[in-house]
């Protein structure tokens, strides 16, 4: 199972539609969810509009929260697509088994016990990706430290499932013009590598949401995030990284 | 996906099941859980009261039946004085034209353990703690961990009865804790996975305890930098306040996970807590007044008989 998880608190303002780039996400099997940052009430009316279409157009859910809630809302987010991307799967085998207008609801509570069983053991054990796209334009400045926190604790919950679960942590705008984002931590199921993530970014104005999504795809598919010209990526990818770690 | 808004009932609104057919009429509203809402209910044809608990989404609720069933099965019982089992009823029920799960339980009457001891006194954690940790026991022994152990999901009544209510965070054992609460949650502490054992739970019940007694205390150790915190804080609170040094010797080791089984956890609990020496119960010091009072009786008193025999 493949997710995005967003992190932003304002409105893209460059390059292509992140809502297209979401889709495209979605195309190639990973879901978008998107948490909105909320502290000073700096999101808006554009931008909250902005989450809520990506994530529906990743197939994913949209929440917006402050600094205090954030841990709590991407678990919470995390944890319910992997439910939801199975049960659509189940949804669509009982389709196929049971006639077209059969889903888990329309099952008697006997029946659905049993279905939901096997659920919980495909929600425990199947090996999970999570690809975190942090923004990191000046207003997030503050934000941050609760990022870093929230993912740490992400890991942490992460960890303690049954099957594989792994992240990589990648932070937009990069720190010149061209560089639409860039790779903080590449695929990890290490605990401890999740500290000093963001110590020596340099914050930037511009916020390239859909160019960073169409990036973090090319990452699910190639491991790295300049395409098929794999080991560049290591490279470019310079600040506050743990560049040594070797999955 | 449905919101907790939209299950707003109002009381007098009557359930239907839609397999079984039972009805039920709102009485009142019990609380909140993770998956859902619970009631207060009648049954309509018997007048019996229980508690209905309606779920959010179809497939959280039927995850927590599922566990309640299989501790069912495995003959785990609610509370000791109590045989009756989990579940009595599942069902669906059409409201506003959706399809909403429920099942119905039996209905506990008690108050949050934290009240109880507020109005009985402190010294009843003694006996409170070792029936919630005799509860833990049973449920490690069918291979569950409760989970989102904190004083709201503990339930006290008469004398010292206690019940364990929302099974929403029932985990089974080795696999990841479903749902826990930040200041009971050993990660959010530093102090290890949220993978479910026992001393995930034996842990949560120490912060629980700490939370009753001191309070003031937790809150402001849990209000550290998130990576400074560590299970050292808790220890720390534990051996400095007078209120835990009854229950220290526990504590330490129910944080630092320092049990051989749940059994040993009861029986530590049992033997230094409950049977610790009578010594403790502190006298309270006799007011000022009280002696005053007495000082200036001595002197009627040595008046009286000096007028007396005068």
């Known amino acids: 199972m493949k997710q995005i998880l967003l992190i932003t608190d304002g409105c893209s303002n460059v390059g292509q539609s992140p809502v297209m780039a979401a889709s495209f996400a979605r195309q190639e099997g990973i879901t978008v969810n998107v948490v909105g940052i909320i502290d000073y009430g700096t999101i808006g009316e554009m931008g909250a509009q902005e989450i809520q279409e990506i994530a529906r157009a990743g197939g994913g859910m949209s929440r917006l929260a402050d600094t205090r809630q954030l841990s709590r809302t991407m678990q919470m987010m995390t944890r319910k697509t ?24 329309s099952l008697s509570p006997a029946k659905r016990s049993e279905v939901v069983e096997v659920m919980d053991e495909l929600t425990e054990t199947s090996p999970l990706d999570v690809a975190l796209l942090i923004d990191v334009s000046a207003s997030m400045k503050p934000k941050l430290a609760a990022v870093e926190e929230a993912i740490r604790d992400l ?46 970014l340099v914050m930037k104005g511009a916020t390239p949401t859909g160019p960073a999504l169409l990036k973090v795809i090319d990452f699910f598919r190639y491991g790295t995030l300049n395409g098929h010209q794999t080991d560049l990526g290591e490279k470019g990818a310079g600040e506050g990284i743990l560049s040594d770690y070797v999955h | 996906m449905t919101t907790s808004t939209d299950l707003d009932l109002v009381p007098g609104t009557v359930i239907r099941g839609r397999w079984l057919g039972g009805s039920y009429r709102i009485h009142k509203l019990l609380g909140q859980g993770s998956n859902g809402v ?114 709201d999901n503990i339930m006290a009544g008469g004398y010292g009865d206690v019940e364990l209510i929302d099974y929403g965070g029932v985990s089974q054992m080795g696999r990841s804790v479903k749902q826990f609460t930040e200041w009971y949650d050993r990660g959010f502490w530093n102090a290890g996975s949220r993978t479910a054992d026992a001393a995930y739970d034996w842990f949560s019940f120490s912060v629980v305890c700490i939370h009753l007694l001191c309070g003031d205390e937790l809150k402001r150790a849990a209000r550290s930098l998130p990576q400074m915190r560590t299970n050292q804080d808790l220890l720390k609170i534990v051996d400095n306040q007078p209120r835990l040094k009854p229950y220290a010797g526990w504590l330490k080791r129910g944080l630092t996970g320092h049990f051989e089984d749940s059994r040993e956890a009861c029986q530590y609990w049992e033997r230094t807590v409950c049977r610790r020496p009578a010594a403790r119960r502190s006298r309270k010091p006799t007011p000022g007044w009280l002696t005053g009072a007495f000082v200036v009786s001595v002197g009627l008193l040595g008046s009286a008989l000096y007028l007396f025999f005068r």
């Open chain 1, 82 to 105: 992997v439910v939801q991307t199975i049960q659509q799967a189940v949804n669509k085998e009982l389709k196929q088994i049971l006639g077209n207008h059969q889903s888990l609801e």
């Open chain 2, 38 to 151: 619970v009631y207060l209910v009648q049954q309509e044809n018997s007048g019996r009261q229980y508690a209905l608990k309606l779920g959010f989404d179809t497939v959280d609720l039927q995850s927590e039946i599922n566990v309640l069933k299989t501790l069912h099965e495995r003959g785990i019982r609610r509370s000791a004085r109590d045989s009756a089992s989990f579940l009595i009823e599942v069902d669906d029920a059409e409201l506003a034209g959706r399809q909403v799960p429920f099942y119905i339980m039996r209905y506990v009457k008690g108050e949050p353990l934290s009240l109880f001891i507020f109005r009985r006194g402190a010294d009843w954690l003694d006996l409170t703690g070792l029936n919630v940790l005799k509860q833990l026991a049973r449920l490690h022994a069918a291979g569950f961990v409760f989970g989102d152990l904190k004083p």
């Open chain 1, 155 to 200: 890991m942490l919950s992460l960890g303690a499932r049954e099957g594989s679960s792994r992240i990589a942590v990648f932070h937009f705008p990069g720190s010149h013009g061209d560089e639409a984002c860039v790779q903080d931590l590449g695929w990890t199921s290490d605990l401890e590598s999740t500290r000093s993530l963001f110590q020596r």
